[in-house]
């Protein structure tokens, strides 16, 4: 048997490599190209479906309907409640499916797909809106949609259009872009994405509940009101969470002190270190009830930008804290999923 | 209707044999077109394709532009090849084809194609296609053709359009597309200086890069004058023209049939498309005059084809 020499195993690499190259060249080139053709359908696009009563059928067939089935599944994960249709399978019932509320998302490369041309009267019939993603506007698909907008690329990647390349990558971020549109106008927030992923590994890192994660005990930074200032940066400094909780009587929360708390104090007083952590303290933190899950601290850091959070039992009195690395998974505390 | 004089598809680069008695020009034309207008969405007259000796070629000539006008469908594109040595010279052949157009009456769908590096650098590019433009009612589609330079043998000449001079380029809105010739890295940059129009159109004009990587405009072929179905098939499926293919037993079956066939007889042609071509097609009895002067390998390549397609 003739061994494979390695010189002509080399070339063949290289080759390999530049292929591929040329590959992620046209697809990235691709979707870079649409960004200068997003325009006012667009936004027309997901006011239509953001204000629409019904639901948003996706259809689309061969390529494009694996894209439409990709699309479905990311507009239902983000509140937008969406179903697939077959084209075929609309000839044969499904099209009862649809209703006059409903916006029909039609994906059509060529703007041309028979099977989606023959399903067209009967959606104009019931009244659907219907918007066309195709990389040909001026098609019959593209010409009797309510909206048409354009998916279309300068140049493929795979010969004779064999397996559409580029131009289905162009279309799937396409439909991200229409369904990060959505959750921006619908303000969908961390809770929400965990009642639509209670499986997925965001989901549930999200619906764990806070008690688990909290840092308790001695791990907690925290200090009296009359505290010096300069004990309270050693105790920030030990803890490592970029704060210290300032504590009242009772074990209640009075404050908390931050890095920025020092910086600002630093601009007022002269000698700061010896002043008590209640002259620089920002009074009434925001806190979390132990009840709670980690969607609800996310959500809370999230709208305060906040990085910690004390955690409250139900007299009020502090159990805990948490750092927003500890709900990502990346601090002392990791979740074991 | 208007027909646009830069469809999306196939553009067939006419393959002739010139007549040196310059009777009759160009013999074959009829029956070319005859076979050929089903299946493209243009015609390519270029002389600079059929001449063997880029320095000597000129033109497409008043008789020939009077014959396919005559001859062709009056909806179907002609793309006519106008570049001469000199810029003052390509400016007189324009502005003669232009009067065989008014003198014919013709309003059909229509565009000069020039080389544009061939005669001229390309500084003072953008100032020279204005006042190109300005003495002729057709669009202009320019043709990045570093191989027809590279034959002229100045090594000092630049082979390529400079993307920033094709940016200048493209606001004059009469320049409608560009035909670009080499490799896949230049054909991105272009195609993102062009961006600002989007009605504007990058064709492949090399067969080979458009099989492999085809662009979204369409492709300049010598070959669709041997195989016009499987090169209209091949070039609608690459540019998701119709997507009649998918879902269709045998279908794609017989669209990578065809897509070898193509490849195959391109494989033979490419050495001298221009000698080999007309010669199978003067076989076939489509033309009239065979090609002179072919050497051994383009006798051998001419047979091979014609063992595999003994006839059109």
């Known amino acids: ?337 | 209707m208007s027909t646009t004089v830069t469809p999306r598809g196939l553009i067939c680069s006419l393959a002739l044999v010139p007549n040196p008695k310059n009777r009759s020009v160009y013999r074959g034309l009829e029956s070319l077109i005859a076979r050929l207008q089903p299946a493209v969405a243009g015609l390519f007259l270029d002389p600079m394709f059929w001449c063997p000796d880029a320095n000597h070629c000129g033109p497409a000539s008043s008789s020939l532009l009077e014959e396919a006008i005559d001859l062709a469908p009056k909806d179907l594109p002609l793309w006519v090849r106008i570049t001469g040595t000199s810029a003052e010279q390509t400016t007189h052949i324009c502005h003669q084809l232009e009067n065989v157009c008014r003198r014919l009456k013709y309003r059909g769908p229509l565009a000069w194609v020039d080389t544009p590096l061939f005669y001229h650098s390309n500084r003072g590019l953008p100032e020279y296609y204005q006042a190109l433009l300005a003495d002729t009612e057709f669009n202009l589609i320019i043709d990045n053709n570093p191989q027809l330079i590279r034959k002229i043998g100045d090594t000092t000449k630049r082979k390529n359009i400079r993307t920033a001079v094709l940016k200048k380029l493209v606001q004059e809105p009469r320049l409608v597309a560009l035909v670009h010739r080499g490799d896949l890295r230049r054909g991105i940059n272009y195609q993102r200086a062009v961006r600002s129009r989007s009605d504007f159109l990058v064709y492949d004009g090399e067969e080979s890069n458009f099989l492999k990587r085809p662009s979204a405009s369409g492709v300049i072929s010598i070959g669709a004058n041997l195989l016009p179905h499987e090169w209209r098939t091949i070039t609608l499926a690459s540019l998701n023209l119709e997507d009649s293919h998918l879902g269709k037993a045998g279908s794609f079956r017989h669209l990578w049939e065809a897509g070898q066939r193509v490849r195959t007889l391109q494989k033979h042609y490419k050495q001298g498309p221009a000698s080999i071509i007309p010669a199978v097609l003067a076989a076939w009895g489509l033309i009239s005059e065979k090609s002179k002067g072919l050497i051994p390998e383009e006798e051998r390549a001419t047979e091979r084809i014609l063992e595999l397609l003994p006839e059109p």
Not at chain 1, 16 to 32: H, T
Not at chain 1, 89 to 104: F, K, N, R, T
Not at chain 1, 281 to 288: A, E, L
Not at chain 1, 308 to 329: A, F, M, N, R, S
């Open chain 1, 1 to 337: 048997m003739v061994k494979p020499n390695k010189s002509n195993q080399r070339r063949g690499a290289v080759k390999i490599i530049r292929e591929a190259k040329d590959v992620l060249r046209i697809e990235a080139e691709g979707i870079y190209s649409l960004i200068d053709r997003v325009g006012a359908e667009f936004a027309e696009a997901v006011q239509l479906i953001y204000k629409a009563r019904g639901r948003v059928i996706v259809t689309g067939i061969g390529k494009s309907g694996i894209v439409g089935r990709k699309v479905v599944a990311t507009l239902n994960s983000t509140g937008t409640k969406s179903l697939f249709l077959h084209p075929v399978e609309a000839m044969h019932g499904d099209l009862g499916m649809v209703s006059p509320d409903d916006i029909v998302l039609i994906l059509s490369s060529s703007g041309e797909t028979d099977e989606l041309k023959m399903i067209l009267p009967t959606l104009k019939d019931l009244g659907t809106r219907i918007i066309c993603i195709t990389g040909n506007t001026d098609s019959t698909l593209g010409r009797n949609s309510d909206l048409t907008v354009y998916a279309g690329v300068e140049r493929e990647a795979c010969p004779f259009g064999l397996a559409p390349t580029a131009s289905t990558t162009a279309m799937l971020a396409l439909g991200d872009a229409l369904c990060v549109s959505l959750i921006n106008r619908r303000r969908f927030q961390p809770a929400d994405f965990h009642r639509c992923h209670p499986g997925g590994v965001l989901g549930e890192r999200l619906r764990v509940p806070i008690e688990m994660i909290m840092r308790t005990g001695s791990s907690i930074p925290k200090v009296q009101e009359e505290t010096l200032v300069g004990e309270a940066i050693k105790e920030m400094d030990d803890k490592t969470l970029g704060s210290t909780l300032v504590m009242g009587d009772a074990n209640r929360l009075v404050g908390i002190v931050t890095d920025g708390d020092l910086r600002r104090g630093l601009c007022r007083f002269k000698r700061l270190l010896e002043k008590p952590v209640k002259a620089i303290m920002t009074k009434n933190p925001r806190t979390v009830y132990v009840g709670g899950f980690v969607a609800d601290a996310l959500e809370i850091m999230e709208q305060n930008e906040i990085t910690v959070l004390p955690v409250i039992g139900p007299k009020g009195e502090l159990l805990g804290i948490i750092h927003l690395h500890d709900l990502l998974g990346k601090g002392h505390i990791k979740f074991t999923m």
